[in-house]
């Protein structure tokens, strides 16, 4: 009975094994052909070899300084020779320490995972994974993220093939730079710039260990949202590499008592200030190369950009923007809330407007006496306005007018405002806790600041506040240039017969009007008449009569012809009132057009970009490109001539008559309408301009190397306010961006081309004169032009008349503001000839 118990336990056995050994060589087969035919079709692992990621194009401003990016993935390729050992061996430590022992399966890993997540399972905790850096580069670059045993048994046999095909580092280079970090970035090298505003090199051992932390889970793992886990995981990086021994148990512990300092990239004044710059470059950028390569094809894009320039237009025009807005009174709250307890967290709550002035914040009025208004701010500490900081609030009433004078805070404000106010306690008369008014300008404007040489634009602020309204008021708005465009009408002049001492006729004038009126009559901006004047003088006091006389005495085609030579406009109607600037142009062209008369009448094309290179480093774009034999020779000797470089561009208008037109802005500086540069102490040129009903003031000044265009005006056309002129609101934006920016120029006199003699003469009758007698000047003709004392003689019999109308035309064509202690002055140096 034991034997036959015996022979049937081991026959069952026997059985059992066969069965057994069956089913694994069944279960071997059937896995066979399951791998066989889940990988039948794998991508081609071979084209890692040819990888060329998604890299982000970055723009840089003159000065080197970073300004943009533009990408849908922010990726900076680096090779594995260039990034650090300590970033290597933390990605190591945190994600496969066999990474330099297994051939792409880690079988030992795959093990400890599988009984660790056991325990997982019954604690209810995040299950491990298994996956090496290879698997992980198999399934980021060739395979989907989907979490199916297909995908899974795909990554282990492409991660065996790769380790055949590709050495470690070359892996690791594929796996550092494609992985994601979150916050936008892709790859090692973008992720340090994200998230601590650094190369790679440049890390410290806990930055490093951060960044190896936060690809477990960026979004678990973000340092903002999840400081404390994200710390934590850090020092889990840490302790693993000590284990690893590539730091010490000292080093581990110091790295991980560092804070978690992360950086705000891209951000802050110097960002603020270029992104209507950076908005025109994007633009360009984009329709030269396309969309892929603008944001997929690392293109380096070096700018004409000065970050110092760039940030003293932007503070030149918001103050020249608000001082304006203040002039015009308070347009109310930015809205209202309840005063009960808790009104502190109902102001926190409050949305106020981006890109508030530094200083500017928040404030609820809380009470009003006589004196003062009381305010409160979110964190509960309070202050005052007092009443002598809300005179100017008064009411806005249409046209640019005013409300009666405020005598009580209550006329301004009512308890439970919220409004923007600033302190001023800085300024004389006022003490600690006491603040002023403030409000976001209702108008807007644009400045430009150029290279007159060069073309390369060095500022460019194309509104208020980008975040605001991105429409570029510099290069998109166009609206009537108004006298900033005389220049070029008596540069017309010039050229047909006419010098700066010829005398035109400044008395009423009619013409025969268009079909919408019977007739056109100009007027001065002050109704004021100086009978004959020499083109100096009109142009220095920017005379509208004056300019219309001499568009009609010279005919209308020879001004039409220079506003389109210079770019101004691309056809000109050959009207009178166009001779006043009534045609349209953007700030961009106005700009140009005036750098073309400094640049000795040669064309200036304005450029942002100086060169653009691509993923390689090959440059594919370069504004600039000068042949030079010389230039590149290993060693300078004494027979090499200096370098010189034929002038190509085009001659718009001759160089003298160029000269004599800037020579003429000089004075406009020095005694006319544009004297708000005067205190600047240095040669300096300029030209203001305002339209009918003061709806647009500009103006554009000059050094001999630096030109600025300032315009002003609401986006739909409507009055500034009388009074409000390109000499009192846009000049002072230039001279403020000038008093900023101008010390780093020589001071030095425009240049004198050849073939202009200066001559003395008397600048208001023409005579010639002596130096240093009152009122002559050195003026600038050509050979042969000067008066001389036998023609003045002979034109002596020449009568002078004044006269004025006490009514201005409804459509009086284009006036210019002048400033009327100016005309008071003039009133003087005439004695009563006139």
Known sequence: MKIFTLRNVLRTAMWGGIVALGTALVGAIVAVVYVVRVTADLPDYQQLAEYEPPVMSRVHAGDGRLIAEYAREHRVFVPIENIPQSLVQAFISAEDKNFYEHGGLDFRGIIRAAFAN????????????????????????????????????????????????????????????????????????????????????????????????????????????????????????????????????????????QPLQIAERLSGDDYLAAEYFVEN?????????????????????????????????????????????????????????????????????????????????????????????????????????????????????????????????????????????????????????????????????????MDPHTGRVLAMMGGYSFQHSQFNRATQARRQPGSSFKPFAYAAALDNGYTPASLILDAPFIATGGPDERFYMPSNYAERYYGMSTLRLGLELSRNVMTVRLAQEMGMRPISDYGQR????????????????????????????????????????????????????????????????TCDVEEWTQELLEPWFEETRTEVVDPVTAYQVVHMLEGAVQRGTGTALRSLGRPMGGKTGTTNDFRDAWFVGFSPDLI???????????????????????????????????????????????????????RLTGEPGILGQSGVILEAFRPGTEPSRQSVDEESGLSFARSSVSDRPQDAGLEEGDEEEEEEELDEELGGLY
């Open 118 to 257: 056991v325990r997982h399972v019954i604690l209810g905790e995040r299950l491990e994974g298994a996956s090496t850096i290879t698997q992980q580069v198999a399934k980021n670059f060739l395979l989907s993220s989907a979490q199916r045993l297909e995908r899974k048994v795909q990554e282990m046999v492409l991660a065996r093939r790769i380790e055949r095909a590709f050495t470690k580092d070359q892996i690791l280079e594929l796996y550092l730079n494609e992985i994601y970090f979150g916050q936008r970035a892709y790859g090692a090298a973008a992720a340090a710039l994200n998230y601590f505003d650094k190369s790679l090199d440049e890390l410290t051992l806990d930055e490093a260990a951060l960044l190896a932390a936060v690809v477990n889970g960026p979004a678990r793992f973000h340092p903002i949202r999840h400081p404390e886990r994200t710390i934590d995981r850090r020092n889990w990086v840490l302790s693993r590499m000590a284990a690893n021994g590539y730091v010490t148990e000292e080093e581990a512990r110091e790295a991980a008592q």
């Open 281 to 449: 470059v994007r633009r360009q950028v984009f329709s030269m190369y396309g969309d892929d390569e603008l944001y997929h094809g690392g293109l380096s894009i070096r700018t004409t950009l000065d970050t110092t320039m760039q940030l003293a237009a932007r503070q030149a025009l918001r103050e020249g923007l608000e001082t304006y807005d203040r002039r015009h009174g308070y347009r109310g709250e930015l809205g209202q809330i309840e005063l009960e307890d808790g009104w502190e967290t109902r102001l926190e709550e409050f949305t106020l407007p981006r890109d508030l002035d530094a200083g500017w914040i928040g404030a609820v009025v809380l009470s009003l006496t006589d004196e003062a208004a009381e305010i409160g701010f979110a964190d509960g500490t309070r202050g005052s306005i007092p009443m002598t900081a809300l005179e100017w609030g008064r009411e806005t009433l249409p046209d640019g007018e005013l409300g009666p004078v405020v005598s009580t805070p209550s006329e301004v404000l009512d308890a439970g405002n919220v409004i923007l106010v600033e302190s001023i306690a800085d300024q004389e008369d006022y003490s600690e806790g006491q603040f002023g008014l403030r409000q976001i300008p209702a108008i807007n404007g644009a400045i430009m600041a």
């Open 566 to 629: 210079f770019g101004i406009y691309d056809e000109l109607s050959p009207v009178l009132a166009m001779s006043l600037g009534a045609g349209e142009t953007t700030l961009h062209r106005l700009v140009s057009a005036y750098a073309t008369l400094v640049n000795g009448g040669r064309r200036v094309e304005p450029t942002i970009l100086d060169r653009v290179q691509d993923r390689t480093g090959s440059t594919i774009f370069a504004h600039e490109q000068l042949d030079c034999d």
């Open 708 to 762: 600025v265009g300032v315009y002003v005006g609401f986006d739909t056309p409507y009055q500034l306010g009388s009074g409000e002129a390109g000499g009192r609101v846009a000049a002072p934006i230039a001279r403020d961006f000038f008093s900023q920016v101008i010390g780093d120029y020589p001071v030095a006199p425009f240049r004198v081309p050849e073939g202009v003699r200066l001559v003395p003469i008397d």
